[in-house]
């Protein structure tokens, strides 16, 4: 009977020490996935187009074919505005952001629009048109 009570012991001592090993090894795993989490909002879009953008020229179908859909709409002043936006956050990493509103007037001509980047290298001083 002592040997049955011994061996029972020694399978519960077994059983919680795998159960813990595997709650300990779920924690590590559980860190280690929240430690390298990344999150991305938005759509990407091509920054080099933001340069053949002509305000009071450029049309909202024109927008549309070079940024594709927005990826928010609003209003500002009572006109419509679009906003494409690419944000990737990463643990390790800094954030790679970039966004550009435009602004429509009431014929859907580009009135004026805001472009901001994380990355300098998005933003040229000059383009082929001398604009700035």
């Known amino acids: ?3 049955r ?3 029972s012991l020694r399978t519960q001592e077994n ?4 159960t813990a090993f595997r ?8 860190l280690l996935l929240f430690l390298s989490a990344c999150a991305t909002v938005g759509r ?29 709409v609003g ?11 690419s944000y990737h956050y990463s643990a390790f990493n800094a954030a790679r952001t970039k966004d550009l509103v435009v602004r429509f007037d009431e014929n859907n001509i580009v ?6 980047t994380s990355n300098p290298a998005d933003i040229r001083k000059q383009h082929s048109s001398g604009r700035e």
């Open 23 to 30: 709650s300990r090894a779920a924690a590590i795993i559980c």
């Open 75 to 85: 209003i500002e002043d009572g006109k419509p505005t679009w906003t494409y936006a």
């Open 44 to 72: 990407d879009f091509s920054a080099s187009k933001i340069y053949d953008i002509q305000i009071g020229k450029t049309t909202q179908a024109e927008i549309q074919a070079m940024f594709g859909p927005p990826w928010r």
């Open 111 to 116: 009135r004026s629009y805001t472009f901001n």
């Open 15 to 18: 059983t919680l020490h795998r």
């Open 1 to 3: 009977m002592f040997i």
């Open 5 to 7: 009570n011994y061996e």
